[in-house]
C-alpha cells in the first residue's frame, strides 16, 4: 500500500513541477496546489498506513485497548491542509488582482517592480 | 457575542479534564508519563508571553481596524510589551538555563513544547526591538489608508511568527510559525496596491510557499523516518544513529539546506528578494530586511547544529560553496544597483552568506559569529532601510541620480547613515566588525580559506557600494545635472521630517550598532552561550525532558 | 443565476446551514466536527446568500467586517488558553466548569471556547474573500 501512494506521491510531484515551471500564472498555481496535495499525501503515508480502528479510548478504560491508527499524521495533515488552502485563495485572489492590474498573466512579462531598462548606476562623481 | 463561561452566582464545579474521562480513577503513574504534573508558575509562562502578547494586540487592533488613531496606540503598546517580555525572557533564560514549557501540560514528544535558550531568547529579544521601533516609524509614514488596510495587525501578527518561531522546540510548529509570519507578510507586502507591490508579491508569495511546502516535505521524511517531531527528542535519536543508516537523512538534510537558504535569500534561490523587497512602504521592506531572512539562518542554525549535526558536516562543502556565492553575487548585485532600497537588498543578501559561511565552518566560535552577524544584521539592515525612507523625505526619490545634497540638509543625518554604513560594510568600531572578526578567525583557524576571502571580498565590495550611495546622496552638492557648488541645500520639506517618532526609531537602532560596537563584551558573552548551547545540546536536552 | 426560486429559498437556505454550522460546531468535541468545518459551512451559507441577494445585504446581515469576526475569533482561542495561568498549569491546558441549568449539567470548558474562536476565525476569513470576490464579479 505505501508502494503504490509513493509512486501516486511522486506523479503528483512530477505533475506540479512540470506545471510550476510553465511561464503562465494560473498554471503555476494549479501546481502549487497539486504540491500541497503531494505534500499531505507524503505525510500521511510516512505516518505508516494500517488497518486499524480510529484511536478512541472506551469509556470504562484509560488507555486504548487494541491497536488503533496513529492520529498525529492526520492532525499533521490537516494543519497543511488549512494552511495550503489558504495560502491558495489568497495567491488565488492575488494573482487575480494582478492580472488586472498588470494586464499578463506571463510571469516573464511582470517586470513592473524590476523594469528591464532600469538605467545604471552613475558611473563617475 | 458571550463568553464562554457561566455566572457566577451558579455553582461552580471546577474539575480536571483527567477526571472526567472515566469511572475509573486514573493511575496517577500513567498520567505523570504523559503530563506534566508540577505547578507552572507565572514566570514560566515568560516563555509563551512574547506569541500570546502578539496574537492579542493584532487582533485587537484589527478589531480597531476603522479608527486608525487608536491603532497605533494598541501596536505600539504591545510592542512594547513585547520587549519587556523578551528581556524579561533573557534575564530568565540567561539566570536559569534552557526553559521548557509544554502546551495542555503534555509531556515531550507527545506534547507540543516551547524550548528557549539563549540563542531564541536573544535572537527573539532583537526582532522585537526592531519591531517596536518600525512600529513607531509606520506611525508617521504609514498613513489612514495602509492603518485601515491593517499594517498593525499584520505587524504584530507577523511578530507572532517570528517569536514562535524563534521560541519554538517542535519542528512542525516551526513549520506552522513560518506559515504565519508568512501570510502576514503578504499582507505587508501588498499593502496599498501599487502595481509594482502586486508584482513583487506574487514572486516573493510563490516562491516563499514553495519554500515552505520544501520544508513541509522534509519535516514529513524525518517524521517517517524517527516518529517524532520534537527537536531535542530529534537530536537524541539522530545521535543515536549508526553510520549505515544516515543515507535517508542526507536527503532530508539537503531538503532542509534547500528549503531554508530559500527562505534565508542563500543564492541560486534568492531572486524573490532583489525582486519584492524595494516594493512595499518602507518601513515594511525595513522589517523585512531585519527579520524574515534571519529567521530563515535561525531555522538553519536550529537543524543543522542541532538537530543533526552530522549532515551538517556532510554538507559543509556545499554550505561553504553556497555562502561563498551569496557574499559575491550579492555585493555584486548592491553595486549594480542605482537605486538605495534595491542596493541594500542585495546587502542583506551578502550578510545571508557571511551567517552561511559561520554555519559551513561549523565550531562554536563560527557559531557565535553566525549568530551575532544575525543580531547585527537584524538592527543595521531595518536601520538602513529607514534611512533610505528618511531620505526619500528629504531628497524626493530612491535614485542615487536624483538625490544629492542632503549633507547640507541634516548633517547629522549623514552622520548616523555613515555610521550605519561603516557596520554594514563591517568597518571598525560598529557592530559589524565583531562578528566579522569572529567569523573570519573561525573560518581561518578550520581552514575555509576560499570562505574567508570572499567574506573580506565581499565586505569591501559593500564598502563601495554603501560609500557610493553616502557620496551621490549626502556629499555631492546636489542631484545629476546641477552644478557642484550652485545647489541649495535642499530643504525638510515633508512635515513627517519634524516628527520625533521618526527620528527616535532611527535613533534607538543607531544607539545600538555603536553601543554594540564599542561594548561587545555582553554581546559575545551572549552569543557564545546561544552557539554553545546547540553545539553542545546538553542543557537543551535536559530542560524537555528532565533530569533523563 | 439569480433566478426567482434561488432567490426566496437562498435565506432560509443560509439560515438552516448557518444553524447545522453551529450544531457541528458543538458537537465537535467528541464526535466528527468541530469549529473548522462549522466555520466552513457558515461560510458557504454567507456565499450563497451572497450569490443570490449581492454582497451588500450580506455585509448588514454580519453587521461586523468579516475581518473583525475573524480578528475576535483568535482572540477568543488565544485567550483560551490564558484561564489555566491561575491554576498553574501549562498555556493551553483544559479547563471544565460544569453547572446545572433547569437539571441539565451544562459542561463549559475552555476547548469549546478554542473552538468557538476557530469557528470565527474560519467564517471571517473565507466570508471576506468570498464577499471580495464576488464584489469584484458583479461590477
Known amino acids: 500500500m505505501e508502494t503504490g501512494l509513493s509512486v501516486l506521491i511522486g506523479l503528483f510531484f512530477a505533475v506540479s513541477v512540470y506545471l510550476m515551471l510553465s511561464r503562465q500564472l494560473v498554471r503555476i498555481l494549479l501546481g502549487i496546489a497539486i504540491l500541497g496535495n503531494a505534500v499531505n499525501l507524503l505525510i500521511f503515508t510516512s505516518g505508516r498506513l494500517t488497518r486499524a480502528v480510529p484511536p478512541l479510548i472506551p469509556e470504562e478504560s484509560y488507555h486504548l485497548l487494541t491497536e488503533a491508527a496513529n492520529p498525529l499524521p492526520q492532525a499533521l495533515v490537516l494543519t497543511a491542509i488549512v494552511i495550503s488552502f489558504s495560502f491558495f485563495a489568497f495567491l488565488l485572489v492575488l494573482a487575480f488582482r494582478a492580472y488586472q492590474e498588470l494586464g499578463t498573466d506571463d510571469a516573464n512579462e511582470m517586470r513592473v517592480a524590476e523594469p528591464v531598462d532600469e538605467p545604471a548606476p552613475p558611473q563617475g562623481y | ?548 | 443565476m439569480r433566478t426567482i426560486i434561488f432567490r426566496t429559498v437562498a435565506p432560509y437556505l443560509a439560515a438552516l446551514m448557518v444553524l447545522f454550522s453551529i450544531f457541528v460546531l458543538l458537537r465537535g468535541h467528541n464526535e466528527p466536527g468541530g469549529g473548522f468545518i462549522g466555520g466552513l459551512i457558515a461560510a458557504s451559507a454567507l456565499a450563497i446568500y451572497g450569490i443570490a441577494c449581492g454582497v451588500a445585504p450580506v455585509r448588514r446581515a454580519i453587521v461586523f467586517h468579516p475581518m473583525s469576526i475573524s480578528a475576535f475569533g483568535l482572540f477568543l482561542s488565544a485567550l483560551a488558553g490564558l484561564p489555566s495561568l491561575l491554576l498553574h498549569q501549562s498555556y493551553m491546558t483544559s479547563q471544565w466548569v460544569s453547572f446545572p441549568f433547569f437539571d441539565v449539567e451544562v459542561d463549559l470548558s475552555t476547548p469549546m471556547m478554542f473552538d468557538i474562536g476557530v469557528y470565527l476565525v474560519v467564517v471571517g476569513a473565507i466570508a471576506s474573500i468570498a464577499l471580495a470576490l464576488e464584489e469584484r464579479e458583479s461590477d
Open chain 2, 1 to 548: 457575542m458571550k463568553c464562554a463561561l457561566p455566572n457566577p452566582s451558579t455553582n461552580l464545579l471546577p474539575r480536571k479534564d483527567t477526571d472526567r474521562m472515566a469511572g475509573v480513577s486514573l493511575n496517577p503513574e500513567l498520567v505523570a508519563q504523559a503530563m506534566n504534573t508540577t505547578p507552572v508558575t507565572p514566570g514560566d509562562w515568560l516563555v509563551i508571553a512574547p506569541s500570546i502578547l502578539t496574537i492579542l494586540g493584532g487582533t485587537l487592533c484589527l478589531m480597531a481596524r476603522k479608527n486608525t488613531d487608536l491603532q497605533p496606540k494598541i501596536g505600539i503598546g504591545f510592542l512594547g510589551l513585547l520587549v519587556l517580555a523578551n528581556a524579561a525572557l533573557l534575564a530568565r533564560v540567561i539566570d536559569r538555563g534552557v526553559l521548557t514549557m509544554v502546551m495542555g501540560n503534555w509531556l515531550p514528544p507527545f506534547g507540543i513544547a516551547f524550548t528557549v535558550d539563549a540563542l531564541g531568547a536573544g535572537l527573539s529579544l532583537v526582532a522585537s526591538i526592531v519591531a517596536f521601533c518600525a512600529g513607531l516609524y509606520a506611525s508617521v509614514s504609514v498613513d489612514g489608508t495602509g492603518r485601515r488596510y491593517g499594517f498593525y495587525p499584520f505587524l504584530l501578527l507577523m511578530m507572532t511568527g517570528v517569536s514562535g518561531a524563534f521560541l519554538t522546540g517542535d519542528i512542525f510548529n516551526l513549520y506552522v510559525w513560518f506559515e504565519v509570519l508568512l501570510i502576514s507578510s503578504y499582507g505587508l507586502l501588498v499593502l496599498g496596491n501599487d502595481r509594482a507591490q502586486l508584482d513583487g508579491t506574487v514572486k516573493y508569495g510563490i516562491l516563499n510557499l514553495l519554500g515552505t511546502n520544501l520544508f513541509l516535505v522534509a519535516t514529513a521524511l524525518l517524521y517517517g523516518v524517527f516518529g517524532t517531531l520534537n527537536m531535542a527528542d530529534l537530536s537524541q535519536k539522530i545521535a543515536a544513529l549508526s553510520g549505515s543508516e544516515t543515507g535517508t537523512l542526507s536527503t532530508i538534510a539537503a531538503l532542509y539546506l534547500l528549503a531554508f537558504a530559500m527562505k534565508a535569500a542563500a543564492f541560486p534561490v534568492n531572486f524573490w528578494l532583489p525582486a519584492s523587497y524595494h516594493t512595499p512602504n518602507i518601513v515594511v521592506s525595513a522589517v523585512f530586511a531585519g527579520l524574515l531572512t534571519k529567521v530563515g539562518v535561525y531555522a538553519l542554525i536550529r537543524v543543522f547544529v542541532l538537530i543533526m549535526p552530522a549532515a551538517r558536516a556532510d554538507l559543509g562543502d556545499l554550505i561553504a560553496l553556497l555562502a561563498i556565492a551569496t557574499m559575491i553575487t550579492g555585493a555584486m548585485g548592491a553595486l549594480s544597483q542605482g537605486e538605495v532600497r534595491r542596493s541594500l537588498g542585495y546587502m542583506i543578501i551578502t550578510g545571508i552568506g557571511s551567517m552561511l559561511g559561520g554555519i559551513a565552518v561549523g565550531t562554536t566560535l563560527a557559531i557565535s559569529g553566525a549568530i551575532f552577524y544575525a543580531v547585527h544584521s537584524i538592527i543595521v539592515m531595518t536601520a538602513l532601510y529607514m534611512a533610505a525612507g528618511i531620505m526619500r523625505l528629504m531628497g524626493g526619490s530612491y535614485r542615487l541620480r536624483e538625490l544629492g545634497g542632503l549633507y547640507a540638509a541634516s548633517p547629522a543625518f549623514a552622520a548616523v547613515f555613515l555610521i550605519l554604513g561603516f557596520a554594514v560594510s563591517g568597518l571598525p568600531p560598529f557592530s559589524g566588525f565583531w562578528p566579522k572578526i569572529m567569523l573570519l578567525d573561525a573560518m581561518l583557524s578550520s581552514g575555509r580559506i576560499w570562505v574567508a576571502t570572499a567574506l573580506l571580498v565581499s565586505s569591501f565590495l559593500t564598502t563601495i557600494a554603501i560609500g557610493r550611495i553616502w557620496i551621490y546622496s549626502f556629499w555631492r552638492g546636489g542631484p545629476e545635472g546641477i552644478a557642484d557648488g550652485t545647489a541649495i541645500a535642499l530643504m525638510p520639506s515633508d512635515k513627517a521630517l519634524s516628527s520625533p517618532a521618526l527620528w527616535l526609531s532611527l535613533g534607538i537602532l543607531t544607539a545600538l550598532v555603536i553601543f554594540i560596537g564599542l561594548q561587545p563584551e555582553w554581546m559575545l558573552q551572549l552569543v557564545s552561550r546561544g552557539a554553545s548551547g546547540v553545539v553542545e545540546p546538553m542543557g537543551y536536552l535536559r530542560s524537555v525532558f528532565g533530569g533523563a
